[in-house]
């Protein structure tokens, strides 16, 4: 079971989707909106997704775990659109016939996720919105510059606070 979708997301429905009667061992994973991110108040978040690419790598990344992992079915859900503080953004459930490999096979789904899914995430605080977690090609390489411009280099020290679209490389 994969889904990218603007309905909020149920834990229950993926326990369903990964429970069977081998599986000893079920272990779930939420991502949840929180309040504070690197120290800046966070009031709203915003998720985009390049859907139909996002479902079908999803789709990949369930099918990678299955044959990495044999005996352990993962399931994930991410939601987009505007989400608040304390609203479920990502869930992954993934069974097996033991705990450890239902713990294994849930993290790597949520690393997995995290870093390949086509989703970008904006942040909304008392400063304005601004984009995480993308590098503006044209500042590649920059550090300790003094104009923002609204991205965060690759040491995730945030820059600015700009952005209006999302960016054409992928993050979740």
């Known amino acids: 079971m994969s889904r990218i979708r603007t309905e ?3 834990l229950d429905e993926l326990i369903a989707a990964v429970s069977h009667p081998g599986a000893g061992g079920i272990a779930t994973f939420l991502g949840v909106v929180r309040d504070v991110n690197d120290g800046r108040s966070v009031t709203l978040l915003e998720y985009e997704a ?3 690419m996002a479902e079908a790598e999803l789709e990949r990344i369930l099918w990678e775990i299955a044959a ?3 005996g352990v079915l993962v399931a994930a859900t991410h939601r ?3 989400l608040h503080v304390g609203d479920v953004a990502v869930a992954c459930a993934a069974s097996a016939p033991h705990r450890a490999e239902a713990f294994r ?4 789904l949520i690393d997995r996720v995290k870093e390949r899914l086509p989703i970008w995430k904006r942040e909304h605080g008392p400063d304005g ?3 995480v977690g993308w590098e503006d090609a044209r500042c590649a390489g ?5 104009a923002p411009h609204g991205h965060t280099h690759g040491d995730k020290e945030p820059h600015g606070h700009g952005g209006t679209a999302p960016p054409t490389n992928a993050g979740a």
């Not at 096979?105 to 790597?108: D, N, P, S, T």
């Not at 920059?142 to 003094?146: A, L, N």
């Open 68 to 70: 990495e992992l044999p």
């Open 80 to 82: 987009v659109g505007a």
């Open 50 to 52: 390049y859907g139909t």
């Open 105 to 108: 096979g849930c993290r790597l």
């Open 142 to 146: 920059e550090h300790g510059h003094e």
């Open 8 to 10: 909020p997301l149920h």
């Open 129 to 131: 919105p601004y984009w």
